[in-house]
């Protein structure tokens, strides 16, 4: 079992930069595919960014391909999205989830696979 809790959210202008952190408890960490998907009012949660168990292989939305980088720390039980050149349209609810042992990487971007989630943070772009 998992239980990620974010932290990193804030209010920053168009251009700048934030990290997210995702620390998860339980030993399952290292076993499991993460991703990061992010909700704005009034629609459905959106894929963002995922990373396979071992941190070797990453998958992007075409949306922050090329300005946010997903990266985990197993030792540490961590998850991280650093989010760069942020656009006015990156503003949401970002939440963490952790896949369950086994999941077919080509179903990552899929949140309903997910088993645990996090309670997400705000981030808000200004123009």
């Known amino acids: 079992q998992v239980q990620p809790v974010e932290s990193g959210g804030g209010s920053v202008q168009a251009g700048e930069s934030l990290r997210l952190s995702c620390a998860a408890s339980?030993?399952?960490?290292?076993?499991?595919?993460m991703g990061w998907f992010r909700r704005t009012p009034g629609k459905e949660r959106e894929f963002v960014c995922a990373?396979?168990?071992?941190?070797?292989?990453?998958r992007y939305a075409d949306s922050v391909n090329g300005r946010f980088t997903i990266s985990r720390d197993n030792a540490q039980n961590t998850l991280y999205l650093q989010m760069d050149s942020l656009k006015s349209e990156d503003t949401a609810v970002y939440y963490c989830?952790?896949?369950?042992?086994?999941?077919?990487?080509?179903?990552?971007?899929?949140?309903?696979?997910?088993?645990?989630w996090g309670q997400g943070t705000q981030v808000t772009v200004s123009a």
């Open positions: 990373i396979s168990r071992s941190g070797e292989i990453t």
């Open positions: 989830a952790a896949a369950p042992t086994g999941l077919p990487w080509e179903i990552v971007t899929t949140a309903s696979i997910y088993s645990y």
């Open positions: 339980g030993r399952a960490f290292s076993n499991s595919a």
